[in-house]
């Protein structure tokens, strides 16, 4: 499914975010930013040891990556040339400002991105796999928060990539309602 929105194409796919062809692609990182489960592991294993070793001199400068924020680092050897790695939130109940760092999650990662003069991005669902916050809601503040970001700055395309069928449709949904 896709949607013009402005001059961005806002597009929702199901498929392997390591195999998107995008300019950037995001990766749902933790704090320590050395690698995890995940998707974080599948960015890893296929972009291979360089991206881990920059992650590494990110950490050593500036000890890592809070949650809502967003580095960048070249892709190795992926077909996207950088990795912006972005630290969603654990889900905790929503009382512990889970929404407000999601939003930050997606927002810092664009921002990021456009400073680099990035055209295209494709992002998974963040926060919605073992940090387990509810993929109704997290789709949502997705959209909106992407929708609300390229209405103000263009890119070529901004992507979402999910893994299975059923998120594909809960951010299908997402998009038709907003
Ligand atoms: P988090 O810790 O932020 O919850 P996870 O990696 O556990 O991150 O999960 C985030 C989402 O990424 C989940 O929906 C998971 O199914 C999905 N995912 C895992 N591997 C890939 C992949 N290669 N491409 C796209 N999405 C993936």
Wanted: proline share 2%; aromatic share 6%; net charge negative.
């Amino acid at each position: 499914m896709e949607r013009m929105v402005g001059k961005t194409k806002l597009s929702v796919i199901q498929g392997d975010i390591t195999l998107q062809e995008t300019e950037a692609i995001v990766n749902a990182a933790n704090t320590s930013l050395l690698g995890g489960g995940g998707v974080d592991g599948a960015i890893h294993r296929a972009g291979g040891a360089k991206i881990l070793e920059e992650c590494k001199e990110i950490s050593a400068r500036q000890g890592g990556c809070p949650t809502g924020e967003a580095v960048i680092t070249s892709g190795g050897n992926l077909k996207a040339g950088y990795v912006i790695h972005t630290v969603g939130p654990v889900w905790s109940g929503g009382s512990r400002k889970e929404e407000e760092l999601l939003r930050n999650a997606y927002y810092n990662s664009l921002r990021i991105a456009k400073e680099n003069e990035v055209a295209s991005v494709s992002f998974p669902s963040i926060s919605t796999g073992a940090y387990r916050f509810p993929i109704d809601c997290a789709a949502r503040i997705a959209i909106t928060t992407v929708k609300e970001f390229i209405q103000e700055h263009s890119f070529t395309e901004i992507r979402f990539v999910l893994f299975s069928a059923g998120d594909l449709k809960v951010y299908e949904d997402a998009l038709t309602q907003s």
